[in-house]
T-cell receptor
Framework: RKEVEQDPGPFNVPEGATVAFNCTYS??????FFWYRQDCRKEPKLLMS???SGNEDGRFTAQLNRASQYISLLIRDSKLSDSATYLC?????????????FGKGTLLTVNP | EAGVTQFPSHSVIEKGQTVTLRCDPI?????LYWYRRVMGKEIKFLLH????????ESGMPNNRFLAERTGGTYSTLKVQPAELEDSGVYFC???????????????FGPGTRLTVL
């Protein structure tokens, strides 16, 4: 079983739609969680950090359920510029261990 | 503030040759990481420096890969000799752990796309 598993996608949605991505992680020792977005042939860019049960940033809401080892990302009122691959990332930090473990990503295309 | 920079952006070499990738982290970031994405797979961790020391090199594929960070500033990743399966995108990231929150947010460079023929 992979450490981080995401919806395989792809997701194709119209502008203005609400879309949700799901992610599960296998290592219960994971401590911090992130959503990165990656545009085609570009580097991953940090979208949101999720350190408690969840947080909201504008149109984006991330939720964390430690008991179920599940993370989600909700995008409301989708824009064309939201088209990208969304990466679920976990970090089992503690002591000096800061390495990130990535999911394969979910491709989102927002259509006009 | 300048972000993480990497050089070169692309490299095409033949099997058996040597390639050296460079990463300049965000100024002041003690933590520097190397990651790699091979085609069709997820991004995977290679190693982690804290200043000039290797903190974790558990992701390095084999002894053909050598990473250095002399002086705790920029880092190099050398592949010698390169093999076909080394092709992929090599990302560098840096971070500074918050002393108050303990949070560690990593910022990525644009990557080096390596093709081994």
């Amino acid at each position: 079983r992979k450490e981080v598993e995401q919806d395989p996608g792809p997701f194709n949605v119209p502008e203005g739609a609400t879309v949700a991505f799901n992610c599960t992680y296998s290592n219960s020792a994971s401590q911090s969680f992130f959503w990165y977005r990656q545009d085609c042939r570009k580097e991953p860019k940090l979208l949101m950090s999720v350190y408690s049960s969840g947080n909201e940033d504008g149109r984006f809401t991330a939720q964390l359920n430690r008991a179920s080892q599940y993370i989600s990302l909700l995008i409301r009122d989708s824009k064309l510029s939201d088209s990208a691959t969304y990466l679920c990332v976990v970090n089992r930090w503690g002591g000096s261990n800061y390495k990130l473990t990535f999911g394969k990503g979910t491709l989102l295309t927002v259509n006009p | 503030e300048a972000g993480v920079t990497q050089f070169p952006s692309h490299s095409v070499i033949e099997k058996g040759q040597t390639v050296t990738l460079r990463c300049d982290p965000i100024s002041g970031h003690d933590n520097l990481y190397w990651y790699r994405r091979v085609m069709g797979k997820e991004i995977k961790f290679l190693l982690h420096f804290v200043k000039e020391s290797k903190q974790d090199e558990s992701g390095m594929p084999n002894n053909r890969f050598l990473a250095e960070r002399t002086g705790g500033t920029y880092s190099t990743l050398k592949v010698q000799p390169a093999e076909l399966e080394d092709s992929g995108v090599y990302f560098c990231a840096s971070s500074q752990v918050s002393e108050t929150s303990g949070r560690n947010e990593q910022f990525f460079g644009p990557g080096t796309r390596l093709t081994v023929l």
